[in-house]
C-alpha cells in the first residue's frame, strides 16, 4: 500500500519497530546509529522519525521532516500516538506483516511441507498458519505470546480513544470561551 508511512526509529526503540513491523509498517531501526544519518535517511527517504532523544527530535523539526518525540516508552502509549498522529492501523493483517528481524515482508502459508524442516513437529502439529521470512528465513507462527499481543493492541485502541476525546474535550473548551468571548462583546 502506497498510502502506508513508513518510519525510522532510533537505537532505543527496538520494540517499537518490531510492532510497526508485525503490523506492516516498513520501518528502519538500526541497534548503532549516528543522529546525522538517521536525519539523513529520514529526509531522503521520507520515513518518520521516532525517536526518545528530544534533542535529535528538535533537529528533525527544524529541518522540516515529520518527527515523534516518545516520551514515555510503553508500546500501547506509542502505537495510540502513531496511530492519531499518522494514521497507524492497530490492527494485524495476516497477508500484510514484516519480519520483526528485518523488516522484509513475510510471506504467509498454510503449506506444513514448507516449514516442516525449519520448526519441531509440534508446532506443525499444533498450529495451521506460518509467516516466513524470504530474507532471514526465520519462520513465525501464531504462538501463545500471539494472546498478549492482542491485549496490546486492544490496549493501545483505547488509549487512542482516550487520546481523541482529551483533543475534542479542548477543542469544545475553546469553542465555549469563543461563545463567551462573542456575548461579552455584545
Ligand atoms: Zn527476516
Not at 503449506?111 to 498450529?127: D, F, G, M, N
Not at 498458519?129 to 505470546?145: D, I, N
Not at 483505547?158 to 475553546?174: C, D, G, N, P, T
Given at each position: 500500500?502506497?498510502?502506508?508511512?513508513?518510519?525510522?526509529?532510533?537505537?532505543?526503540?527496538?520494540?517499537?519497530?518490531?510492532?510497526?513491523?508485525?503490523?506492516?509498517?516498513?520501518?528502519?531501526?538500526?541497534?548503532?546509529?549516528?543522529?546525522?544519518?538517521?536525519?539523513?535517511?529520514?529526509?531522503?527517504?521520507?520515513?518518520?522519525?521516532?525517536?526518545?532523544?528530544?534533542?535529535?527530535?528538535?533537529?528533525?523539526?527544524?529541518?522540516?521532516?515529520?518527527?515523534?518525540?516518545?516520551?514515555?516508552?510503553n508500546v500501547e502509549d506509542v502505537l495510540a500516538e502513531l496511530s492519531k498522529r499518522f494514521g497507524v492501523e492497530l490492527?494485524?493483517?495476516?497477508?500484510?506483516?514484516?519480519?520483526?528481524?528485518?523488516?522484509?515482508?513475510?510471506?504467509?502459508?498454510?503449506?506444513?511441507?514448507?516449514?516442516?524442516?525449519?520448526?519441531?513437529?509440534?508446532?506443525?502439529?499444533?498450529?495451521?498458519?506460518?509467516?516466513?521470512?524470504?530474507?532471514?528465513?526465520?519462520?513465525?507462527?501464531?504462538?501463545?505470546?500471539?494472546?498478549?499481543?492482542?491485549?496490546?493492541?486492544?490496549?493501545?485502541?483505547?488509549?487512542?480513544?482516550?487520546?481523541?476525546?482529551?483533543?475534542?474535550?479542548?477543542?469544545?473548551?475553546?469553542?465555549?470561551?469563543?461563545?463567551?468571548?462573542?456575548?461579552?462583546?455584545?
Open positions: 500500500m502506497p498510502s502506508h508511512p513508513r518510519f525510522i526509529v532510533d537505537s532505543m526503540l527496538g520494540h517499537v519497530a518490531r510492532w510497526l513491523r508485525l503490523l506492516g509498517y516498513d520501518t528502519l531501526y538500526f541497534r548503532k546509529v549516528d543522529d546525522w544519518k538517521l536525519i539523513k535517511i529520514s529526509k531522503e527517504e521520507d520515513r518518520i522519525l521516532i525517536t526518545r532523544d528530544l534533542s535529535l527530535y528538535r533537529r528533525a523539526r527544524k529541518q522540516g521532516l515529520r518527527a515523534f518525540f516518545v516520551e514515555d516508552p490492527e494485524f493483517h495476516k497477508d500484510d506483516t514484516r519480519c520483526p528481524h528485518c523488516n522484509t515482508r513475510l510471506a504467509y502459508t498454510t503449506s506444513i511441507a514448507e516449514i516442516a524442516h525449519k520448526v519441531s513437529k509440534p508446532i506443525t502439529l499444533r498450529y495451521k498458519e506460518f509467516w516466513v521470512c524470504p530474507l532471514c528465513k526465520k519462520v513465525y507462527w501464531q504462538g501463545t505470546h500471539w494472546k498478549s499481543i492482542n491485549q496490546v493492541l486492544e490496549g493501545a485502541k483505547i488509549k487512542k480513544a482516550k487520546l481523541i476525546s482529551k483533543v475534542s474535550i479542548s477543542e469544545r473548551k475553546i469553542e465555549i470561551s469563543e461563545v463567551g468571548e462573542k456575548i461579552e462583546h455584545t
